[in-house]
């Protein structure tokens, strides 16, 4: 079938998008169909995100993935995949370049933790291509490992701009998605109160995917999505030293400050996470009370705020009561009656 013409249908391979020939599904998702391609024009391998047909009539659904496709495009890092410009477009779709690796999730099914030079490779690399994202105002809301390629030689590619959030741009809302998005082991306490997210929040997915490299697990392992989600947002995650005895100290550091529940207490910016994953040595061991007292004080400090303004409140009340009173006409003077 000739990209010409309009595909009545999902794709699959054999089908011509433009220049684009289908060769092989290499994933499908509840939303989009992603296919290796063949560009006939220059003869070299592609990769085309083609949306369900359902999707397509679907206003903001579009608009999301023309905007995944339009940030894309602007995106040039080593680290991110890149996004091509066909000659034409006949379809909703999204031309990539064809990564040959295998994604992180793909690489966690060993079920065996990632040496430790070997994950702060992937974390390093992870936090460059944010840092470089954060700078161009790109927030991308959903790093997890099956969003995260690894070739063969090592190198890191981040794919998967679906939820990203471009800080120039009006906010988009579609009954198909909630205002929670994101992947909920993965997801910052933030987003899943229902917040846009900013830098920290994709600081906060490193140090989840640091964590589950070291020690094969999560901080939270509730079964229970609705467990899982409250427990993100009211507790503490378990220190990597609890599934790996004699976890390096100063890692376990990092990889805590990444995961505070309050936004506040993470690193402000993926680059200065990535200033400390490159010399991680340097950074002191936690303090076990520190968490506790930080959080402890602000408490102390937002309790004596709220206090404060109750008092105000009430006595300019009791302000307002005296001046009303004192503004109030005296009992007019009675006369004794004499009998």
């Known amino acids: ?84 410009t066909p000659r034409e477009k006949s379809r909703t779709y999204m031309a990539m370049e064809f990564v040959e690796g295998k994604s992180l999730r793909a690489m966690m099914r060993a079920k065996e933790p990632f040496p430790v030079e070997r994950a702060l490779d992937v974390a390093r690399q992870v936090c460059d291509a944010l840092a470089y994202l954060h700078a161009e105002g790109v927030v991308h809301r959903d790093i997890k490992p099956e969003n995260i390629l690894v070739t063969s030689s090592g190198q890191v590619k981040i794919l998967d701009f679906g939820i990203a959030l471009f800080e120039s741009e009006r906010r988009l809302t579609w009954t198909g998605l909630s205002n929670t998005i994101g992947t909920p082991d993965y997801m910052a306490p933030e987003q899943i109160r229902g917040r846009r997210g900013d830098p920290r929040t994709d600081v906060y ?37 609890y599934y790996v005895p004699g976890f390096d100290p100063s890692l376990e550091a990092i990889i805590l400050r990444a995961l505070e529940r309050d936004p506040r207490d993470r690193y402000p910016t993926a680059a200065l996470l990535l200033g400390d994953l490159r010399n991680p040595s340097a950074v002191p061991p936690r303090d076990p009370e520190t968490g506790a007292a930080r959080r402890r004080g602000r408490s102390r400090r937002q309790r004596r705020v709220i206090l404060s303004v109750v008092i105000a409140a009430a006595l300019a009340g009791l302000g307002s009561l005296v001046y009303l009173s004192a503004r109030q006409p005296a009992p007019p003077a009675t006369t004794p009656r004499v009998r």
């Open 205 to 241: 997915a490193v140090g989840m995917l640091l964590y589950e490299m070291l020690t094969c697990n999560l901080p939270y392992d509730s079964a229970n999505p609705r467990a899982l989600l409250y427990a993100k947002k009211n507790e503490d995650p378990r220190p990597p030293s």
């Open 1 to 84: 079938m000739r990209g010409s013409g309009r595909l009545m249908r999902d794709p699959v391979a054999g089908d011509l998008f433009d220049q684009y020939q289908l060769t092989d599904l290499l994933a499908r998702s509840g939303m989009a169909s992603i296919f290796k391609a063949v560009d006939t024009l220059s003869g070299q391998p592609v990769a085309l995100k083609i949306p369900h047909i359902q999707y397509e009539s679907d206003v903001v659904f579009s608009e999301r993935f023309r905007r995944e496709d339009e940030i894309g495009q602007r995106l040039v890092h080593p680290n991110v995949v890149r996004v091509l």
